[in-house]
């Protein structure tokens, strides 16, 4: 008897607080009063961010020029694969009614390209893109391996579809003085992309550590030799190759192509003036009834020019604000209204 009380002594929790349940709680009782305070807070809030956004986003100075059409001749020469290897280049001139100040980037802009497919989304390999083994292609179809079965590296479709046309802006002081705007293509990827998830093979020749691979089909020359100027922005660290491997959510989508160094004439950003867009014209779109343009642009400190945010807070807002007055309404209406019990 004495045996069996210990046991079931010894299975009683301990004599604290917490487990005999005796903290000190606390039951929140809010009054309408204090509920419509809170939702007219929070709606004066939401209204307050949002049309500081939207005019933030209205501050912001950008330009577009789509080239689909402009340049028509490059276009048609594009539409025909055999016409791979030919070079066609095309000059958009163009008026900067405004200067912009500060930092200056520039973008190309896709309609109708889709880069959300499911098949194509999942063509990659990481562990190729990582540098740990260039030869696992087995997630690439169908650009896993050449006609005579070498691995292509990079591999896959988001690799091989990669924008390809080259854009240099140029500054006319004069009818005979035209400044190459200088731009810069470091800087423009995100750094858990350059640092981590794309990485060379250890090696100290590049193209001896992609020995026993190939190119992609619609690459004109291999992974190794992207950047004839910077030997550091070879491989698959090259900025360009990084930005497009990261794949957009929707058929048009603009991504980070140069930025403008502030040097000499362009210390304070872009001065306005005479301008033109020299292109080399590569990337075909019209097949698919794409177009393609290329965007000049400023920032703030809330992003690009994009509206969406500081609509949603703006029409947040206000749908709480009217909740509240909907809510003080209807507590004001019983307020008055006097309830009488029968008596029994």
């Known amino acids: 008897m004495d045996r069996t009380s210990q046991v079931s002594q010894s299975r009683l929790p301990h004599n604290t607080a917490l487990k005999q349940q005796q903290l000190p709680a606390y039951q929140l009782q809010l009054s309408a009063t204090r509920v419509l305070f809170g939702f007219f807070i929070i709606g004066a809030f939401c209204l307050g961010m ?79 893109l990582m540098g740990r083994d260039i030869k696992d292609v087995g997630n690439c179809a169908p650009f896993r391996k050449s006609h005579n079965g070498t691995p292509i590296a990079p591999c896959g479709a988001i690799a091989n579809s990669i924008f390809n046309d080259t854009i240099i802006l140029s500054y006319n002081l004069n009818s005979s003085i035209h400044i190459k705007v200088p731009m810069l293509s470091s800087g423009i990827t995100w750094w858990t992309d350059k640092y981590i998830k794309f990485q060379n093979p250890n090696s100290n020749n590049l193209s001896s550590a992609f020995a026993g691979t190939t190119k992609p089909p619609y690459w004109p020359k291999p992974v190794y030799e ?39 004439y362009f210390t304070e950003g872009l001065p306005a003036g005479n301008y033109s867009f020299n292109i080399t014209y590569n990337f075909p779109v019209t097949r698919f009834q794409g177009e393609k343009s290329v965007v000049l642009s400023t920032l703030t400190w809330s992003g690009g020019s994009c509206l969406f945010l500081g609509l949603t807070y703006t029409v947040t807002g206000a749908m709480t604000w009217l909740a509240s007055f909907s809510m003080m309404a209807i507590h004001l209406m019983l307020k008055e209204r006097k309830t009488v019990f029968p008596q029994q």
């Open 50 to 128: 949002g049309i500081i956004l939207i005019l933030s986003a209205k501050s912001i100075k950008e330009i577009e020029i789509n080239y689909t059409n402009i340049c028509a001749n490059c276009a048609k020469l594009r539409e025909n694969a055999v016409n791979f290897d030919r070079e066609c280049t095309c000059s958009i001139p163009f008026y900067l009614p405004e200067t912009m100040q500060g930092n200056v980037y520039m973008y190309y802009k896709l309609y109708g390209f889709y880069q959300n497919l499911y098949r194509y989304i999942l063509s990659r390999s990481n562990s190729q």
């Open 226 to 264: 992207l950047d004839e100027e910077d030997s550091g922005n070879n491989g698959f660290i090259n900025d360009d190759f990084i930005v497009w491997m990261r794949t957009a959510a929707f058929p048009t989508f603009k991504k980070l192509y140069r930025r403008l160094s502030r040097v000499h």
